[in-house]
């Protein structure tokens, strides 16, 4: 850990005086576990408000965060205020201990995690709970409260001594059982709840399982020895990531994360595990992001090849081998399990997060027309074939489909990679991908004898960079736009150095770069953009832009300012070193889905491209810092 992180969270105590003190709280303050099924968040106050089961993208029994009144929740917490909190993740690892200090009367540690083996043969989609009394006497008081199908039904409960099962009108079953102390009773707000004391040296367990009836003891859990792998897996795991720079805490951090995020039995990476998070609190730009974007899938390719987590970039990158094989047309999204997504519907029952409505499920960006994804596509191919990866004969069959496509459409217009819901145009962004695409198509194709492909392909690659770089360009020619006869800047456009369409000192980049910050920039964080895209509302800066952006600057060897936009963003992370969608500038307040894997896959790439360049200048090499690949 850095020093930075360390006194971050030792500095940062949560003060909670009374029950109103949990009203304050807001997505920033959670933690997140998960088993490579599902995550929940934990709120700071030991308070779980976000569980879907048996997938990320299944109805919540835990939904809280968005309707504190009726979503349903679980607790672990002393009953006696005032007391404060500090909260940590277990070094190198997924597991969760929130520390409750109660003066003059003790001090609690509660530890969360869901089971985790790596092995998607192996789902037990279960939440164990261990509260341990370090020092005084405290009492405690267990909540246990889920509301199926998003709080859609009433939840019957059978109590049996220490077991709970809760049972909800479409067969859902959820038991909890508690080891060590404690009853199930009857809570005023409703489901059952359990008071106990603990003194120094005693703990209790609280182990939650989805879809079982019977009741066991919470040794046939056997949560000591889950606890146990679930630890030695997760720092095995964190130990084999190869990032070694100086924002190892970040960038390990991040990577743990990701892997949180990924669906073991496909592969497929969830652009977040929440629903409805607003991108500006009293806005309506509340989305469904537990499906897996083909972008966010490529991103996390080369996120994962830069700290060697081989095995996820071909996970990754097999996922969306797979469904291409399926169907055999690129989707810009999928579910975890590579069908389609849902049609986007709002839970109007729900109040929203923080009073913010509408509440969506699904997407209704589903069928939008968006060309990036093609380019997308390719470059992690790409970079999976140079990190040690090996496209089969099949594969390629689907990837040069893809490419060909690209080659008949990229004059044509699309939604492009914000999904404004204003109709098409043809988005500089959008070109800037297909070329990448005919570019890494052109480069794959001799591997596999398609030398006349090759020829084929770069030669409509260097048309589509000749247009672009007329009719992308302002009126003076000078600076990129965000579409063809548009007037106005796009966070995207920082990606045409990155991307290698033009050099990072060329100046036609350099001015549309300063254009950016001008425009787009609010200290060192950076809006989207500033034009109607159909959708109306506020939202904050993106934190993915501010990473592309630190990541330009120290490709045009400003490095110092690139790292003071790197470590801006990488601050603004919570006290565990998450990051949701976005950033109000002002207050620094984590805005949107949280946690963000748009957002850490940008940190990690980032990290790469500014360590790079670092080592770069105490060489003495003029050269670009190109990122490489399978190093």
Known sequence: MDLYSAAKRLGRPFVFTDEASADRLTIADHGLIGDGFSAALVRTDGTIDWLCLPRFDSPSVFGAILDDGRGGSTSVRPVQFPFETLQRYDPGTNVL????????RGVLRLTDYMPWTDDPRSAMHEV????????????????????????????????????????????????????????WEPAPEGGVEARFTLKAGERAWVVISWNTSESESVLAYRPFEALRNTRIRWRDWARSLCYVGPWRHHVIRS?????????????????????????????????????????????????????????????????????????????????????????????????????????????????QVQLDTAGALMDAAYVYERGGGSLTARGWRRLREVVDNVSATWAEPDHGIWEPRAGKRHNVHSKL???????????????????????????????????????????????????????????????????????????????????????????HHVYRYRADEGVGGEEGAFVLCGFWLAE????????????????????ASNHLGLLSEEIEPGSKALLGNFPQAFSHLGLINAAARIDLALRLRDEGSPRVPEVEIGR
């Open 128 to 183: 164990h709970r261990r509260v341990q009394c370090v020092e005084g006497e405290i009492e405690i008081r267990v909540l246990f409260d889920p509301r199926f199908g998003y709080a859609s039904a009433e939840t019957s409960f059978e109590v049996s001594g220490r077991s709970a099962l809760a049972k909800g009108a479409a067969g859902e079953r959820l038991m909890a059982v508690l080891g060590g102390a404690g009853r």
């Open 255 to 367: 990577g743990l994360l990701l892997k949180l995020l990924m669906y073991a039995p496909t592969g497929a990476m969830v652009a977040a595990p929440t629903t409805s998070i607003p991108e500006w609190l009293g806005g309506h730009r509340n989305w469904d992001y537990r499906y897996t974007w083909t972008r966010d899938t490529a991103m996390a390719v080369r996120a994962a090849n830069l700290l060697g987590c081989t095995t996820e970039a071909r996970e990754f990158f097999h996922f969306v081998r797979d469904t291409l094989e399926r169907d055999r047309k690129l989707q810009i999204m999928y579910a975890v399990d590579g069908g389609r997504v849902p049609d986007e519907r709002t839970l109007d029952h729900l109040s929203g997060y923080r009073g913010c409505q509408p509440v969506r499920v699904g997407n209704g960006a589903r069928d």
């Open 433 to 523: 991908m297909s070329w990448l695409a005919l570019r890494r198509g052109a480069e794959l194709a001799p591997l596999f004898g398609d030398r006349s492909l090759q020829t084929r392909w770069q030669a409509t690659a260097d048309e589509l960079h000749a247009e672009l770089c007329v009719r992308g360009l302002d009126e003076s020619g000078k600076r990129f736009v965000a579409a063809y006869d548009h007037e106005h800047p796009d966070a995207s456009l920082l990606l045409l150095p990155i991307h290698g369409f033009l050099p990072p000192s060329d100046e036609r980049v350099l001015r549309t770069v300063e254009w950016i910050r001008a425009e787009l920039g609010a200290g």
């Open 552 to 571: 330009v600057l120290a490709m045009a060897g400003r490095i110092d300012e690139a790292q003071q936009v790197f470590v801006a963003h990488a601050e």
């Open 97 to 104: 201990e929130t520390l409750f200090r109660a003066e003059g």
